[in-house]
């Protein structure tokens, strides 16, 4: 006799198999609190729990543990709400209900519902105004600023009249950038839970952007240099967003690099990952601002980067797109010895390369 169906036995196949058919994430666990039965949500949701494993090898949360035993001994229903912060973070509500019989312990069953994209989307309303206000603000001074001075003193003024209008033109493009940024970062924090599964060639797009950029490099007579693997370079990724990860970039590296300078590009390959790097030969980021780069907002120099038409929000971009593609950004400099910004990211699975293929 299955131990975990002790006091419901006749039942014990019906169950599992009404478990196994559910389009909800739901996991059954015996009065010891091993999984006898998962839907194909659960396994999903959380591909580390596995039939006949305690669920406690996966899911260590202490309050999540305890209501599991409550529940198993003295029967009922509970609620728990269950944070998870590696690899991303992520929220689940957690339905707890006991499976009635007898006996000291009973079976549960587990419902999971994730709240992880309702809880992101609550924290990108919230952020999305705090900054948008702060950052919106300064702009939008000057350009209330200037048509009040061409509605009065400057109503006659040709001159005047052209120069601030060229302002103005300048201040709202900067607020449309911003807004731009503003709404790419909030898609890709939306969406940061799900890891993108298409098959994409790093060595493809570096080469797309590169060419892309060069008008933009010959501006500043910086030469950009590309190496990378005559074979493709696959990982599983959203190309749209690798596009935007190797664009901020490159584009940076231009802008606050050394005029006259070169910008290296080097894509390389590896037997469990990829990464594509950028470095430049500018003057280089002090040691105590490099923790800070990718938060939103930061500038090293404020003025600078403001006169080169940044937004503030360029690496906390590439860092979110990053983590979604469940890699890794490493920032390397020195005062006086550029910069170099390298994302790792992990090779395509053989399974997933021989589905695409």
């Known amino acids: 006799m299955d131990r975990m169906f002790d006091v419901v036995d006749p039942q014990a196949p019906v169950t599992a198999a009404l478990v196994e058919a559910l389009g909800s994430a739901v996991v059954l666990l015996d009065a010891q609190g091993v999984a006898q039965a998962l839907s194909p949500a659960m396994l999903a949701l959380i591909p580390a729990l596995e039939k006949g494993q305690p669920l406690t090898l996966v899911l260590r949360d202490p309050d999540l543990i305890d209501a599991i035993e409550e529940v198993s001994r003295h029967g009922g229903r509970k609620i728990v709400e269950l944070i998870e ?35 992101v ?45 060229s302002i103005m033109r300048e201040q709202g493009l900067r607020m449309a950038r911003l807004v731009d940024d503003l709404l790419s970062l909030s898609r890709i924090e939306l969406r940061a ?28 007579n910086v030469n950009l240099r590309l190496e990378m693997p005559a ?3 696959k990982v599983a990724g959203d190309r749209d ?14 802008k606050y690099g050394r005029e006259h300078g070169e910008v290296f590009i080097e894509v390389a390959d590896g037997p469990a990952e990829a990464s594509v790097s950028v470095r430049d030969d500018g003057p280089g980021i002090a040691p105590e601002h490099l923790p800070r780069l990718t938060e939103r907002f930061y500038r090293v120099d404020t003025a600078a980067s403001r006169e080169a038409g940044g937004t503030g929000l360029g690496l906390a971009i590439v ?26 990211l992990p090779r395509l699975s053989p399974q997933s390369r021989s589905t695409s293929a």
């Open 85 to 119: 912060r590696v690899p991303v973070e992520r929220t689940f509500r957690i339905h707890i209900a006991a499976l009635k019989g007898g006996g000291w312990r009973r079976a549960v069953m587990l419902t999971f519902e994730d709240l992880s994209e309702l809880r």
């Open 193 to 220: 839970h799900l890891a993108p599964e298409t098959p994409v060639d790093l060595a493809g797009i570096s080469r797309e952007i590169v060419d892309s950029l060069t008008l933009m490099a010959r501006e500043r």
């Open 121 to 165: 989307t609550e924290r990108m309303r919230v952020d999305f105004v705090a900054n948008a206000s702060h950052e919106l603000r300064t702009p939008l001074a000057s350009l209330l600023g200037f048509v009040e001075t061409l509605q009065g003193p400057a109503r006659n003024d040709t001159g005047a009249r052209d120069r601030f209008l």
């Open 319 to 344: 860092k979110h797109i990053v983590l979604r593609h469940r890699g890794r950004l490493t920032i390397e400099s020195a005062l006086g010895q550029g910069a170099t910004f390298k994302a790792i």
């Open 231 to 233: 074979e493709p370079v």
């Open 241 to 254: 967003e690798l596009l935007r990860l190797m664009e901020n970039l490159v584009e940076n590296a231009i």
